[in-house]
């Protein structure tokens, strides 16, 4: 297969030499590319290069063109010149993945789902809770207004604290970033609640899985597909979710950017947080 590119309007005066170029790829067994260029032209904005390849014709803009180049030789892997999303582009996609705890000392991987508070021995009064969600300047701020079930975590740059309770009764201090709820318990002698949180990639899932216990999200970045037997419930950037106990759910990453989240489960404590499920999801997130 020959390939012929040279600049729309090259003047044969100014031509440089022809320079040949022979690869192989595993695209091409063997291509053969000419270039012709005008040295005037090449300077000027916007100068375009006329791009023959196995018999076709087309004009293209002369960073386009390189980019050609380095498809044909292999500078750059394909798969890196598709529309990328920083540490994103051809990775291996995180399937099934469960919130895990990361032991102390142990240096946590840079995608997936990680517990990062838990508190137990929770009990309600009422049927339902409100997760309060709140930024503080510093720790020390924030564990002096936490109450004595709250949680304190550093991530995202940032110091957050949750505490639980009615939706009229806010933490001291802080910015308010969220209030996620209700969030409807089941009947449990005590609750436990674990705070997660996920840097997952465009195309990663979760395991299908059950909680004993309400779950709700607080999407710091991108995009997030919860999929359940009612159908598919989304979120982007600032925005919230909750689904009920016991419901059989896979999570999708969606968009094109790194979706980052805290997720809070309130459960049964004498229960494990997640349980796999054999629910098989539609594909609905997808469509």
């Known amino acids: ?89 051809g990775h291996e996609h995180l399937t099934e993945v469960a919130c895990v705890d990361v032991p102390p000392g142990e240096k946590r991987p840079e995608f997936g789902c990680f517990n990062i508070g838990t508190v137990t021995g929770l009990h309600f009064s009422q049927a339902s809770v409100y997760w309060h969600l709140r930024a503080f300047p510093s720790r020390k701020a924030a564990e002096a207004a936490k109450s004595a079930t709250g949680i304190v975590v550093e991530e995202d740059g940032r110091v957050w604290l949750s505490e639980f309770g ?32 996920a840097v997952m990639r465009p195309g990663d899932n979760s395991r299908v899985h059950t909680h004993p216990g309400p779950e709700g999200w607080y999407v710091l970045a991108g995009e997030q597909c919860l999929e359940t037997p009612a159908g598919a419930n989304r979120a982007r950037a600032g925005g919230t979710m909750t689904v009920r106990s016991n419901i059989p759910m896979e999570l999708n990453v969606t968009g094109t950017t790194l979706r980052r989240a805290f997720a809070l489960v309130i459960h049964d404590s004498a229960q494990e947080r997640g349980i796999p499920s054999d629910w098989k999801p539609s594909g609905a997130c997808g469509r």
């Open 1 to 89: 297969m020959r390939s012929d590119v040279r600049f729309a309007n090259a003047r044969s005066t100014d031509l440089l030499p022809l320079i040949a170029i022979h690869c192989s790829t595993r695209a091409v067994d063997a291509v053969g590319i000419r270039a012709l260029f005008d040295a005037g032209t090449r300077r000027e904005a916007g100068a375009r290069m006329r791009v023959v390849f196995g018999g076709l014709t087309w004009s293209e803009p002369v960073h386009r063109v390189f980019v050609l180049f380095l498809v044909a030789f292999q500078i750059v892997p394909i798969g890196h010149l598709r529309a990328q999303v920083p540490g994103t582009a």
């Open 166 to 197: 009615p939706r009229n009764t806010a933490p001291r201090g802080g910015e308010a970033i969220a209030i996620v709820g209700p969030l409807q318990l089941p009947a449990a002698k005590s609750y436990a609640a674990v705070l997660s949180y």
